[in-house]
């Protein structure tokens, strides 16, 4: 089977057109088209690495009414994504091999992008004891991920010997840092706007407590860590120093947290309550600039699908989180490209390179070069489009976008040769 | 006015015209047989509240009947809540089954703002009876009716509001309304209980009780829950123990003589004598406590009338 | 003519007791004092002057923004059991005096009410009529009819509106 992309321009750079056969890149420029190959009328648009989102929540088991691995892996594609990492905090919770390898097996059944499970670091995500990192990391899911997100790991004994464990098995402990007794009650970002609106507030300094902390203890333990959802500039500062001192650490930022501010909260519309919570404009700018520096290594969309009656409720009530795969691209463009604080190629790196090899999937984030794995994403960057929820394929609908215009349209996305979704429909 | 949700960004002119027509109310009804008013005859008012209030569902009861309105109680602990209906489902019943206003009480900041969203389609109006820790719309109005009462004008007056501001949705209510109508506020808080971002807020901040009493023109005391002390629980600490408080910030007899003499005592009630406030203070004359509760229902009156009278109004 | 108007119901209103004088606002209040003023000039009893504010008990209050209170005074002696005269400056469709009965019933139990009015400009809706009558003006229902004092807008006069111009003040 081959596949011919006519006058792409990889990495936003010189258009060529690409040609695959069996899965790969076999030669990119002049090409001899083969007679059966389906071709892609590229058009000048941007050729990218597929994406691969390190965060992301597919509800499968247990809240398959929100999001199954079918749909999540077609918003997925749609959003321009080859691999997705599938976060531990379902129902029951991925501790044990069982449960991710039915996460892994039915990803591949669906086949519309790799999804890899990411293993609890506690059972039950209950913070107690370690889960069995070593089975899960060996079973048929190769889990490369731990994480207890939708929590922390806030025990500091425990969050050391899990960087301990993690360094003989070659994975990564991914932190959602929150410390939980600053929290409390906690539903919006400690600052002016939750002072006026009466929020309780969720300070600044839980989650850069914690990144602090477990960036000395990675150090200590010479562990690999990565720092989830990134939201405020004091996390920012705390990750450039870490790094400068030799840590291994890396960090996402959602793309939420580069465009959205406390100043939605005044709705008080729970469709902008999530965790961590959106901060200020500062915060919003500093971020984007992190990221473009390499001290936010990448975006990780932390998509978060919820039911209508977990949203369209008083904001107390409500549950945190947004979708985010489908948008991810678009938010990019508009924060990062339309601004110039990244190229093309920056947007390759952060949205695919970066996280491929933070993932440990080497056949993900790969150059745009003969022989290399056809895992691609093909974007035009001056087209624009509306966000509508109930247009998107998650089953739940919960954008913060709804209604918005956006820069940037995915029309074409392959998985390892095989065309995946094409001009917003699952091929 | 189609809805009374807040006093941060109400109209001064409007908030004016509802103290102008609760004073006439209470002037009117004074001495009169029979304490009705015909006004508000067919509509339907319901109270919804999820949260205990023996003084505020009362005060806005009695406020409606007076109107010749039929009023309506739903407390949440009896009622279909119980069972799991939602909020806006609950708030969906009572519209369709013929409410022409809400007025709600919840533990939820913007409960009030998401319910007036909720029955929009319906055109009924939504009265803040207090949500969360964000607003409490008419205890402001009535704090403000009172202190008029006795200070006779709010312009450039200094009120200080002691104590757990930063659960208090009067104290946010009071500081919008107060500072709208012309009035300097002064918070008087351990660091503890006061919002991070407090200084964005359009009043002064003071730690210092004893220092600032001498200044004012009325001091508002807000009750402090014993819940917040130290051991009171998770996420709580908000001070040692309740005598280091009441040392610090109680109304003691002692700090009633460093009032200027013409001072008001306020306090949104229900008081705990002792703590925050002494026992002979919330009895001796510049207490306006009692006041308070009287205006309460012309004040409620007055937002009634300005919400319903008019068809044009709640449209 | 004012004089002469207020002359001629100051007359007509010379009963044993004092009647109570309610005047209804914004015009009938400083009217029900000169009225007074009259009859104590002519049978040197000063009968008691009130405001009665109707807004609350007007039949059409929905129609419209809600209005401003205005001031309800009653004297001291009280309106039971004794003869109470409203006093407006236009009577026209009736409602007010309508109102204003509504409002008097939830104060006392007087013996009996009358009207005084400055103006009587026809076009009633109820069957209501003034006991004293300044002055009748026919008009038509598309005209209007103001009345100035010179407590409350700086002079005497009374203004008839054409058609075209907008309508005088609502009833």
């Known amino acids: ?427 | 006015m189609k809805h009374l949700l807040a006093t941060d960004g109400l109209d001064p002119a409007l908030a004016t015209a509802v103290l102008d027509t609760a004073d006439e109310l209470k002037h009117t009804l004074l001495g009169r047989e029979v304490r009705k008013l015909p006004t508000l005859r067919g509509r339907t008012v319901i109270t919804l509240f999820y949260e205990n209030s023996t003084r505020t569902r009362v005060s806005f009861e009695i406020a409606g009947k007076w109107m010749s309105a039929d009023v309506v109680n739903v407390s949440a602990s009896s009622s279909s809540v119980n069972k799991g209906e939602s909020l806006r489902d609950t708030a969906l019943t009572l519209a369709a089954a013929g409410a022409d206003c809400v007025i709600i009480r919840h533990p939820a900041s913007g409960a009030a703002q998401r319910l007036s969203g909720w029955l929009a389609d319906a055109g009924t109006a939504v009265v803040n009876a207090g949500d969360g820790t964000h607003e409490h719309p008419t205890q402001a109005l009535l704090d403000a009716a009172t202190l008029r009462e006795r200070l006779g004008s709010l312009k450039d007056r200094r009120i200080a509001i002691v104590g757990d501001v930063l659960h208090s949705r009067v104290a946010r209510s009071n500081i919008h309304l107060l500072s709208s109508l012309g009035a300097e506020v002064v918070l008087v808080a351990p660091p503890t209980l006061l919002p991070y971002g407090v200084e964005t807020l359009p009043v002064t901040v003071s730690h210092d009780l004893d220092a600032e009493l001498p200044a004012v023109d009325a001091v508002m005391m807000l009750r402090v829950q014993a819940e917040r002390m130290a051991g009171g629980g998770p996420g709580q600490s908000f001070f040692p123990s309740a005598r280091e408080y009441s040392i610090a910030y109680g109304l003691s007899e002692k700090r009633l003589g460093l009032l200027p003499e013409h001072a008001v005592v306020l306090h949104p009630g229900p008081m705990l004598r002792g703590m925050e406030i002494a026992s002979a203070v919330a009895d001796s004359p510049a207490s306006a406590i009692t006041e308070q509760v009287r205006n309460g229902v012309h004040v409620r009156m007055a937002v009634l009338y300005h919400l319903l009278a008019s068809e044009g109004a709640a449209a | 003519m004012a004089h002469q108007v207020i002359e001629k119901t100051a007359n007509g209103a010379e009963t044993t007791t004092p009647p109570v004088l309610l005047g209804i606002p914004t015009r009938g209040t400083p009217l029900a004092v000169r009225l007074a003023d009259r009859i104590e000039e002519f049978s040197g009893n000063r009968p008691p002057t009130g405001a009665l504010d109707v807004t609350l008990y007007r039949d059409d209050l929905r129609r419209r923004p809600p209005r401003a209170l205005e001031e309800t005074q009653l004297p001291a002696t009280g309106i039971d059991d004794r003869v109470v005269i409203l006093v407006d400056d236009v009577l026209f469709s009736g409602r007010t005096i309508r109102a204003a009965l509504d409002a008097l019933r939830d104060h006392g139990r007087p013996r009996a009410v009358q009207l005084a009015v400055l103006v009587d400009r026809g076009h009633r809706e109820l069957p209501i009529r003034a006991d004293y009558v300044g002055k009748n003006v026919p008009t038509a229902r598309t005209e209007g009819v103001s009345v100035l004092l010179s407590e409350t807008d700086g002079r005497d006069a009374v203004l008839l509106r054409a058609a075209e111009e907008s309508p005088g003040e609502p009833q």
């Open chain 1, 1 to 427: 089977m081959s596949t011919l992309i006519k006058s792409a321009r990889p990495y936003g750079e010189d258009v060529a057109d690409v040609l695959i056969e069996d899965g790969v890149i076999t030669a990119i420029g002049a090409v001899d088209v083969p007679a059966d190959a389906e071709i892609i009328e590229a058009d000048g648009q941007v050729l990218l690495p597929g994406f691969v989102d390190l965060h992301t929540h597919l509800r499968e088991p247990g809240r398959e009414d929100t999001e199954t691995i079918d749909s999540g892996s077609a918003a997925a594609a749609l959003g321009g994504y080859t691999a997705v990492f599938a976060m531990a905090n379902t129902d029951p919770v991925a501790d044990n091999a069982v449960i991710v390898e039915h996460v892994w097996r039915r990803g591949q059944e669906v086949g519309l992008v790799d999804v890899h499970p990411v293993g609890a670091v506690t059972v039950g995500l209950k913070g107690e004891r370690l889960a069995e990192l070593g089975t899960m990391a060996k079973s048929q899911a190769q889990v490369k991920v731990f994480s207890d997100d939708g929590l922390c790991v806030a025990d500091p004994l425990l969050m050391r010997r899990a960087l301990e464990y993690s360094t003989a098995l070659d994975v990564v402990i991914a932190q959602h840092a929150e410390e939980p007794r600053l929290t409390v009650g906690a539903q919006a970002h400690e600052g002016e706007q939750a002072a006026r609106l009466g929020y309780p507030g969720w300070p600044a300094a839980a989650e850069e407590s914690i990144v602090a902390r477990d960036c000395l203890l990675a150090l200590h333990a010479k562990a690999r860590l990565h720092v989830c959802h990134v939201s405020t500039s004091g996390t920012a500062d705390v990750l450039r120093w870490a790094k400068e001192r030799g840590t291994n650490v890396s960090a996402e930022v959602t793309p939420h947290h580069l465009l959205l501010t406390d100043e939605r909260l005044a709705t008080y519309d729970p469709v902008n309550k999530v965790n961590p919570p959106l901060r200020t404009s500062s915060d919003a700018e500093k971020l984007r600039a992190a990221l473009a520096e390499g001290v936010i290594d990448c975006v990780a969309t932390d998509h978060a699908p919820h039911a209508v009656q977990d949203k369209d409720c008083e904001w107390s009530a409500a549950r945190p989180g947004m979708l985010g795969l489908q948008t991810a691209l678009s938010i990019v463009a508009e924060t990062m490209v339309r601004t110039g604080l990244l190229d093309w190629r920056g947007v390759a790196r952060v949205m695919s390179e970066r996280p491929a090899e933070i993932g440990n999937l080497p056949d993900h984030g790969r150059p745009i070069a003969v022989g290399e794995p056809a895992n691609l994403t093909l974007v035009d960057p001056d087209a624009e489009w509306t966000v509508r929820g109930a247009e998107l394929a998650s089953i739940a609908a919960n954008t913060p976008y709804e209604g918005m215009r956006l820069p940037g349209v995915v029309t074409a996305t392959l998985l390892r040769g095989r065309i995946t979704a094409r001009d917003g429909k699952i091929a």
